[in-house]
């Protein structure tokens, strides 16, 4: 019996390790926002800055980091919602921050976002109607 109770104990282990390397990003909240985007706290008015797929964001002031969050890239994914069925199911976007969610052009959805995506790639994971969605998000 006691090598049963060993076993079970290890695989009870192993599970749960398993479990935790399925979530490797940080929990937050994402809002959008729409045009105007230009000029931004990262590039100005430059329209380089901004990825062809239209996938891209303005950092909150957790992600901000004095400015250093400029050029970073984050995938994004939706896992809740006020609504039910607001998130869009296995959908994730990889985004690159452009912009200062605090200085805007543009105002968010909501205030005090984590991550405020750009209106093309929140759609992209959520149901646009909503103005704040609970992200995982990971720096890539």
């Given at each position: 019996?006691?090598?049963?109770?060993?076993?079970?104990?290890?695989?009870?282990?192993?599970?749960?390790?398993?479990?935790?390397?399925?979530?490797?990003?940080?929990?937050?909240?994402?809002?959008?926002?729409?045009?105007?985007?230009?000029?931004?706290?990262?590039?100005?008015?430059?329209?380089?800055?901004?990825?062809?797929?239209?996938?891209?964001?303005?950092?909150?002031?957790?992600?901000?980091d004095?400015?250093?969050?400029?050029?970073?890239?984050?995938?994004?994914?939706?896992?809740?919602?006020?609504?039910?069925?607001?998130?869009?199911?296995?959908?994730?976007?990889?985004?690159?921050i452009?912009?200062?969610?605090?200085?805007?052009?543009?105002?968010p959805?909501?205030?005090?976002?984590?991550?405020?995506?750009?209106?093309?790639?929140?759609?992209?994971?959520?149901?646009?109607?909503?103005?704040?969605?609970?992200?995982?998000?990971?720096?890539?």
């Amino acid at each position: 019996m006691p090598i049963f109770g060993e076993t079970s104990l290890f695989l009870l282990v192993l599970l749960l390790a398993a479990l935790f390397q399925l979530s490797h990003g940080d929990v937050g909240t994402s809002a959008h926002y729409s045009p105007p985007y230009s000029p931004t706290a990262c590039y100005g008015s430059s329209l380089s800055q901004f990825p062809s797929s239209n996938m891209f964001a303005a950092a909150g002031e957790g992600i901000w980091d004095n400015g250093a969050a400029c050029g970073r890239q984050y995938l994004v994914r939706c896992i809740s919602a006020a609504v039910p069925r607001t998130c869009l199911p296995d959908q994730m976007v990889q985004v690159r921050i452009v912009d200062r969610a605090q200085t805007s052009r543009s105002s968010p959805s909501s205030n005090g976002a984590t991550i405020v995506l750009a209106a093309p790639a929140f759609g992209t994971i959520a149901d646009p109607s909503a103005t704040v969605i609970n992200v995982e998000f990971q720096q890539v």
